[in-house]
């Protein structure tokens, strides 16, 4: 019972309606929640693959439990697996047994064969695989979930030229971010993130967002966000000489009513040690983000100690990924362009980098599914669009900006002048 309630509760916070096909079981593997996940089926089915909330199933039954502290899907999943076993395993053992007794040995060994083959296969052979034809109807069902759609399919970009290109921020985007030394970075990641909080306020999600900073305070990221929220100076925030220090105070005790959150991370939160993957994961797991931002890629720890930079990139990128898979949180990573980015840079100075001029490791971008540059050149932002799974790439929208102010207005090429 625990183990089946503990899965249950993974499967709607994970908000993922084909979990139980991705572990390879299905209503049948249930006993004392048979009818809950029966329910939670049908209303994914009637919902056009939207799952209910774990407070919805709360009070549609009242045996079901909302439970804080989960046993780890995998052994829920191997409990689950081994109690369909036992279930379909004993009746062919008693049948297997009566025809030895009445003098059918040979055809009871023949049919405990064949009898094990399929259960074999059942319960060990088809586990992950994803098959074009038996999973059909799941296929037109997620098809359904987009169908006739006109707005975003995911989280807005906060830039309208960006979204029509990617359709936001999907829940499986790993998104690189990548920009020379001091191009800004940092600012458009804050950007996002900003952009995504502003939208879950707006339509009242309460999925929090994450800024995980590897190198800057949590003020001074907080800081950055007041300035995107109410244009205060961000320069006079950082230096104490606000000229009306008051309107911050009724600014700041108006911000705190909101229900939506925005979790800033800095390394002093994890004792002062590189954040690692597993770090990430847990972080993911305890607050359920709606988007988390990566800031910055280099400065993560793989977690082993690995000491060639190179190796650490891509261990770090590999388990980001996993991570970003398995959770469903869309996440963004920025990451530095390195030397060859600079030297074309001399060469044509509204360039922006290359998928292969990411520094140390082109495997961040053959892992991202979309990969955006960037290029400051005065008060605007180039950002483009290099990568982009199943939609344009090699694309460009650009934004006027005042730092300063939080002023941040898309504009197009032909009404700028470099």
């Not at 139980?20 to 009818?35: E, S």
């Not at 309107?247 to 705190?256: A, I, V």
């Not at 140390?360 to 605007?380: C, F, H, W, Y």
Request: overall charge negative; hydrophobic content about 35%; proline content about 3%.
């Amino acid at each position: 019972m625990l183990e089946e309630l503990s899965y249950v509760n993974h499967w709607l916070q994970s908000k993922d309606p084909y979990l139980m096909r991705k572990h390879g079981i299905d209503n049948t593997y249930f006993v004392a929640l048979q009818d809950v996940v029966v329910w939670i089926e049908g209303f994914r089915n009637d919902m056009n693959g939207h799952m209910p909330t774990i407070e919805t199933v709360a009070v549609e039954f009242e045996d079901f439990r909302v439970l804080k502290d989960l046993d780890p899907v995998e052994y829920c999943v191997n409990v689950l697996r081994e109690q369909r076993a036992y279930m379909d395993y004993r009746p062919v053992l008693v049948e297997n047994a009566n025809m030895t007794n009445s003098g059918q040995t040979l055809e009871a060994m023949w049919k405990m064969r064949n009898d094990l083959d399929v259960m074999l296969k059942k319960f060990t052979g088809n586990i992950g695989q994803y098959e074009w034809t038996k999973h059909a109807e799941d296929r037109y069902n997620k098809y359904m979930e987009k169908h006739g759609q006109t707005g975003l399919s995911g989280i807005t970009t906060g830039i309208k030229g960006l979204d029509d290109l990617t359709g936001g921020w999907k829940m499986d985007d790993l998104v690189l971010l990548a920009g020379r030394t001091n191009e800004g970075k940092s600012w458009v990641g804050e950007f996002f993130a900003y952009a995504a909080w502003l939208s879950f306020v707006k339509a009242n999600i309460n999925d929090p967002i994450i800024y995980l900073s590897t190198e800057m305070p949590e003020i001074e990221v907080a800081y950055r966000m007041d300035t995107f929220r109410a244009h205060f100076s961000n320069r006079a925030l950082n230096e104490g000489r606000l000229t009306d220090a008051e309107l911050y105070r009724e600014y700041t005790l108006e911000l705190m009513k909101k229900d939506q959150r925005m979790i800033i991370l800095s390394q002093d939160a994890n004792r002062g040690k590189p954040f690692t993957p597993m770090d990430i994961r847990a972080i993911i797991e305890s607050e359920r983000p709606g988007l988390i931002v990566l800031d910055q890629l280099y400065d993560l720890s793989d977690g082993t100690g690995e000491r060639d930079i190179r190796r650490r990139i891509i261990n770090v990128t590999n388990g980001i990924r996993d991570v970003n898979l398995s959770t469903k949180t869309p996440t963004i990573m920025l990451a530095q362009a390195g030397r060859d980015s600079a030297k074309d840079q001399k060469k044509d100075p509204n360039a922006a980098p290359e998928l292969h001029q990411i520094q140390e490791s082109d495997n961040p971008a053959q892992k991202a599914t979309k990969v955006v540059t960037l290029r400051k050149i005065d008060d605007i932002f180039k950002l483009s669009l290099k990568k982009n799974r199943g939609g344009k790439k090699d694309e460009d929208v650009f934004m006027r900006t005042d730092l300063d102010t939080g002023i941040w207005e898309e504009t197009t090429k032909e009404e700028m002048v470099f």
